[in-house]
């Protein structure tokens, strides 16, 4: 029966329709993230149009076996582009994606067609100054400043008197707890809890200088610059500069003396730089709070648990992103006096009474209607304040929070950011680090069986030991720890072989040298393209070069981490985060061993003592899609962070990364906004050209005022800048960030004219080197792997055998010395 007019022309429309939907079903496969629609003017002005690089008019002339060819330069033409292997086109790959021109390189291995970098510039992020010293309203005479000085003593001596009386009363989290794993990670070293307790008095003397002279909390923390603690009894707590060696061919253990000018720059257990002032409330040290700040766990509410997988970017950027923080970052927690964890909540997640809870405490607020935690009773999550530093400048004035690891990206998280870690690390033989040996083969990180910190349904789970705390926090992290240690031991034994002259130090100096540019030179040449793209990385001038040395160090560059990148910015790969890792058995992809959910192997590393589990787990790094960028996060870190065997709820990491900004005094959003090159948002609707409208349709009904939006917010809430994943702000202090680590490190791997500078050789062959060459060198059973690892397979992305040359080899031989 022939079909009335009304449904043939319903049937056509319906058909437009379903091609219209396979259209955009097929451009979102190649739809990287979402692009603001209004905002679209880049940060700096200055920053390069590199649209010319693959819109090239030669990209559809091919060859007449049908590979692409690189075009040749001309005069009206851009650089020459050049057929290198693919890893060496790393910075590009976005791009390659989409216009896909591989070829074969001149070696005969799998190549592409990129151009080349050929010098950089300096392009550290000029922010607004954030200094606003004011005069002081009148002198300070000497007795003013000795009666501060003894209050704030005095005030430290209570709360050891507090403390001794809480540990006789048991107050310290239960060790199979969520409340004590997070303690573990925010763990205080000795000299970290030394410089807290010293920067403590310092706070503590401002406050009473600031009551005492009637400051504004505006201005409080900066006219007190003007007073020099040296002048005090406190001038015990000014840190000492060290006698540097301006000769010295590797970098010290704690990073002192990089900067030759100023020793202390970068240096472990130092404060925390800012990019603009914080909002303390009292303009000194109490948290960003006042009326109309919304609580944390509200705001928590509106990032949601939905499987949104990323299909281009791989597990592994979340992961290595985790390895850098931790590389550069670890801001402590305070503990007591006697080293023991701080609690601050019942072991039922209750608030305990007043009478009980530590002076450093600041516990995050559950409502009643908190439909997760609700269920458990749960109206208390543990929370202790950071450990603050005692100021760079010896003066009073507001508190920077204390950063325990060297700012450096120098392979710290391997080797360790004092020289008591770094020795207690390594094997004294042969350059080699120590390690643990099962069934004669099967390498892992040593173990410390004083550690208690692991948490297991058996008790007394062994604990991995190494250049970080942080090391067991959970396993695709303590994998990453252990290739580097493999490799480490590899090459310190391939260097031996060819240099029987050197000693177990030289030994070990060199093969820390190597992995620590290698660590450089994946984050630089893989990891971040990958997270900020290409045209930001061209305009900081990020790109590592295809030839020759860089010469943009600068003594005047701090590289000091800034509190912003670490307390949020940096945070961003926690919306990357799977809830579990699939585990493959093999490389033919067909033996699934199931799934490893997060939330069950926090702080417990003993699965990785099956050399089984380890091998499937590097698999996952080569397939795995993280998650989406974007306001989603996993129930693995939003409600069970930490959980441990005998919970059934953890903490929320993202109610605690808005509660450390605050207790940070981290500045809003729409500061920092302005800070990077923007208009600051007059109202909510004015975010919409730099966030996407599902979140500020959320938070307008949270936030009294636009101004008050919390900095990690907005880090999730951003549209994506065109050809990375993160946003305007997240990336403008992502950056700054990782320039400052190029520009300032006078140790750079790039860097030429320095007495510890790699020869061109070395160098050359460092920059043919892959994370995918470094999993190669260190699995047991994988043999094959895509040439970067950071980006799902694909034509462009091909599965090359770990045996060949598709996959670079650092080339040992360029090490031979004949001294």
């Known amino acids: 029966m022939p079909l009335s007019p009304r449904l043939n022309c319903f049937k056509w429309l319906l058909s437009l329709s379903c091609l219209f939907i396979l259209l955009q079903v097929v451009t979102c496969q190649y739809q990287y993230y979402q692009y603001s629609p209004v905002y679209s003017a880049p940060l700096v002005s200055t920053r390069p149009d590199l649209s010319y690089v693959f819109n090239y008019p030669y990209n559809v002339l091919r060859t007449p076996g049908g590979e692409p060819w690189c075009p040749a330069a001309s005069a009206n033409q851009p650089p020459l582009f050049q057929c290198k292997p693919a890893i060496r086109c790393s910075p590009w790959f976005i791009e390659l994606l989409y216009n896909p021109w591989w070829c074969t390189a001149a070696d005969g291995s799998f190549g592409a067609c990129c151009p080349d970098i050929i010098r950089t510039t300096s392009s550290v992020a000029r922010f607004p100054e954030s200094s606003k010293l004011t005069a002081m309203p009148r002198d300070i005479t000497k007795e003013e400043m ?58 503590e003397a401002s406050r009473k200088l600031a009551n005492l002279l009637k400051l504004e909390p505006e201005y409080a923390g900066f006219a007190l610059q003007h007073l020099c603690v040296k002048e005090t009894a406190l001038s015990s707590i000014c840190r000492a500069q060290p006698t540097c060696n301006a000769s010295a061919l590797y970098r010290t253990y704690d990073a002192s003396c990089n900067n030759l000018a100023y020793p202390n720059w970068g240096r472990s257990n130092s404060p925390l730089e800012r990019i603009l002032p914080p909002q303390y409330a009292d303009g000194i040290w109490a948290p960003r709070e006042w009326p109309g700040l919304p609580p944390v766990d509200s705001v928590s509410r509106i990032f949601q648990d939905v499987d949104y997988p990323d299909n281009q970017l791989t597990i592994t950027v979340m992961h290595w992103g985790q390895l850098v923080a931790h590389d550069i970052t670890h801001v402590p927690t305070f503990r007591t006096l006697n080293n023991s964890a701080i609690q601050c909540c019942t072991s039922d997640g209750k608030y305990l009474s007043p009478e009980r809870t530590h002076p450093l405490c600041f516990p995050i607020d559950v409502a009643h209607d908190n439909e997760f935690y609700g269920q458990f009773g749960v109206s208390c999550h543990d929370f202790v304040r950071s450990v603050i530093a005692p100021r760079e400048d010896c003066k009073f004035g507001y508190a920077d929070q204390l950063n325990q690891n060297t700012a450096y990206l120098d392979a710290s998280v391997i080797y360790g950011s004092t020289e008591k870690v770094a020795r207690s690390l390594r094997e004294y033989a ?111 001038g990020l790109l590592p070069l295809a030839t020759g040395y860089t010469y943009t160090y600068d003594p005047d560059v701090k590289a000091q981490i800034t509190n912003e990148f670490a307390t949020a910015a940096f945070r961003y790969g926690h919306s990357l985060i799977r809830n579990y890792n699939e585990l493959w058995l093999d490389d033919t992809y067909s033996n699934y061993g199931g799934e490893l959910y997060l939330k069950d192997w926090y702080n417990n590393p003993k699965i990785l003592f099956d050399p089984v589990i380890f091998n499937a787990l590097l ?129 750079f791997y790039e860097n ?40 799902t397979p694909s034509p462009m992305n091909p599965w090359l055998p770990c045996y060949g040359k598709d996959i670079p080899r650092l080339d040992m031989n360029l090490w031979k010395s004949s001294y």
């Open 752 to 791: 030429g004219k320095q007495p510890h500078s790699f020869t061109p050789g070395q160098l050359d062959s460092i920059r043919s080197m892959s994370l995918a060459r470094v999993l190669c060198e260190t699995s047991d059973t994988v043999e094959w792997m895509t040439h970067n690892v950071f980006w």
């Open 619 to 747: 698999r996952h790094f080569i397939t795995g899609t993280a998650q989406n960028f974007d306001e989603n996060v996993v129930d693995a870190i939003h409600h069970y962070l930490f959980k441990s065997p005998y919970q059934s709820w953890g903490l929320d990491l993202i109610s605690a990364n808005l509660w450390r900004g605050r207790d940070h005094a981290i500045a809003g959003y729409n500061f920092y906004l302005e800070a990077c090159g923007s208009k600051r948002a007059a109202t909510f609707d004015d975010l919409l050209a730099f966030m996407r409208p599902t979140v500020v349709e959320k938070i307008k009904y949270l936030y009294k005022s636009v101004d008050d939006v919390d900095l990690f917010v907005g880090v999730l809430g951003e549209w994506a800048i065109k050809g990375g994943i993160v946003g305007p702000v997240t990336s403008c202090i992502m950056a700054d960030q990782f320039a400052r680590l190029k520009d300032g490190d006078r140790f």
């Open 146 to 203: 000795t009666r501060a000085v003894t209050i704030a003593r005095k005030h430290v001596e209570e709360i050891s008197a507090f403390e001794w009386h809480a540990w006789t009363n048991m107050l310290a989290p239960w060790q199979n707890s969520a409340a004590y794993s997070y303690s573990a990670t925010t763990y205080a070293s000795l000299v970290g809890q030394q410089q807290g307790w010293k920067g403590l008095q310092s706070v």
């Open 430 to 540: 042969g350059g080699r680090m120590r390690v643990t040996v099962i069934g004669g083969d099967y390498v892992v990180l040593p173990v410390d069986p004083e550690r208690k910190d692991c948490i297991s349904d058996e008790y007394g789970s062994e604990c991995f030991v190494g250049g970080d705390q942080r090391v067991n926090q959970y396993t695709g992290l303590t994998v990453l720890h252990i290739v580097w240690i493999r490799l480490h031991n590899k090459y310190a034994n391939q260097l031996a072989l060819i240099n029987p002259k050197w000693d177990d130090e030289r030994l070990y100096q060199e093969t820390k040298k190597i992995v620590a540019a290698l660590v450089q030179h994946i984050t630089y040449n893989e990891y971040l393209p990958s997270v900020l793209g290409p045209n930001l990385m061209e305009e900081y």
